[in-house]
């Protein structure tokens, strides 16, 4: 049964080239107290010039990130992802407004569950109206309680989610593909509003049409079997993991094993990342001259296991070139080989 439908689109459209609003930041130091600005190279976001995103540690593993004036209180998409190399993870709990500011609060564990700090990658979106042809598309859901409670497409077509079974999910964004090719970049982020430890990954995602169709499963850390979880999704085509587009022009994403437009990169072109294995359950992704001011990545496993992928550690610039370390671990927190996927963005 579809549990949820059509997006309604608002009457007055957003500029093609832009989200509406958005942050993204990198958490070096999950052991800060509130508010400590976060790494200056690595957050970036729509607010005027002055003041920066900041965060702190308000439990063990729990952290707040501050995006300064740009509050839309609890709408839009977040996404984060544990920055770790020894099965840490993370998970959203929820995101709200305080004044004027965006706060997305984060909780991070240690392989089975426990609450641990943890270095982290995070962003924040709200997207409006509808984009015109020809200028790569976005798509987004937030599922609570099996149910879509909000979602935005930029083709204007609905976005739709079915619980088929237990701890997946079935969601559909309508016209925002490419007609018989598999192309685009799929993010997926567990949320528990009450902070019990989840997991979500990609268990699989194909073109049907110009529809994307995602099976989303969600694991229990503790045991490894599946679970019913909240979580967030979102897609991108020809444009950032944050919605934008035009800035930012150095953007590429990249999902394992697929070829073709997954494999994706402003201004270079279908197929210009470079991707490989450094041993068990570790990769590097390379994505050529997109490593320009501020920039972000985002990491989502692929399979039909419990296994996981996390940013082994912060990336590295070679150049104008970024390297951007993989790990995959089991439930269990050992290394695992693993299909993945990944996205890199910069801020202008």
Known sequence: MVLAATLAVPG??????????????????????????LPAAYQFGSWAAGPVATGGKVAPGRFL????????????NAHVTAVARDGRFCQLVRWGSSGADEIVDVQCFRPGGTPTDTPFTVLWTVSSGVLPAGVGAYASAQVLSNVLAQSYNS?????????????????????????GTLSG?????????NAQPRRCKILRWGATGPDVLVYVACH??????????????????????YA??????????????FVGPTNYSH????????????????????????????????????GDDPSYCTIQSRWAQFGSDAVLPVSCFSNAGRPQDSEFSSTFSSSV
Do not use: C, M
Request: glycine share 12%.
């Open 12 to 37: 007055a459209p957003a500029a093609a080239a832009t989200a509406d609003r958005f942050g993204f930041a990198y958490v070096a130091d999950p052991t800060v107290p509130v508010w400590t600005p």
């Open 65 to 76: 990130v501050r995006f300064p004036n740009i509050g839309l209180g609890a709408r839009g």
């Open 155 to 179: 083709a204007g077509a609905p976005v739709t989610v079915a619980n088929v079974g237990v701890g997946i999910y079935a969601l559909r964004f309508l016209a925002v593909g490419t007609a």
């Open 185 to 193: 970049n799929v993010q997926v982020t567990a949320q528990q509003p």
């Open 220 to 241: 229990d850390p503790a045991t490894g079997a599946l679970i019913n979880s909240d979580f967030t999704a979102s897609f991108h085509r020809e444009r950032s993991v």
């Open 244 to 257: 934008s587009f035009g800035p930012p022009k150095y953007f590429g994403y990249l999902a394992t094993p």
């Open 267 to 302: 201004p270079l072109g279908v197929g210009a990342n470079g991707f490989g294995p450094t041993g068990l359950g570790t990769y590097t992704v390379k994505f050529p001259a997109l490593h320009e001011k501020s920039t972000t990545a985002q990491v989502t496993a692929i």
